[in-house]
């Protein structure tokens, strides 16, 4: 898979952890875990000067993954959340 079908499958993933939240539903743990996966092989595709960033961003996610584990969907709706405000700050400084 190269980076911009990454980039798709990675936006895909977190659009459906937003939309399993917003409907009150715990994302998949198998879409959880291929985030990680795929956002791991990400980071090592392309030349980040974040890698901080990138790095609480992958720990949020596994966050995520323990959470939906626990079945606390209150706890997955903050992570969503700051998972959320993670990105865009990512997003925003990397332009």
Do not use: W
């Amino acid at each position: 898979m190269n980076t911009k079908q990454t980039k798709f499958k990675l936006q895909d993933l977190y659009d459906q952890f937003v939309e399993d939240v917003h409907n009150g539903e715990l994302p998949k743990e198998t879409d959880i875990r291929t985030f990680i996966r795929l956002f791991e092989h990400f980071v090592t595709q392309v030349d980040f000067e974040m890698t901080a960033e990138c790095e609480d961003f992958i720990h949020m996610s596994k966050q995520l993954l323990h959470a939906v584990k626990r079945k606390s969907l209150s706890e997955a709706i903050q992570l969503v959340d700051s998972l959320n405000d993670a990105k865009s700050y990512c997003h925003d400084n990397l332009r």
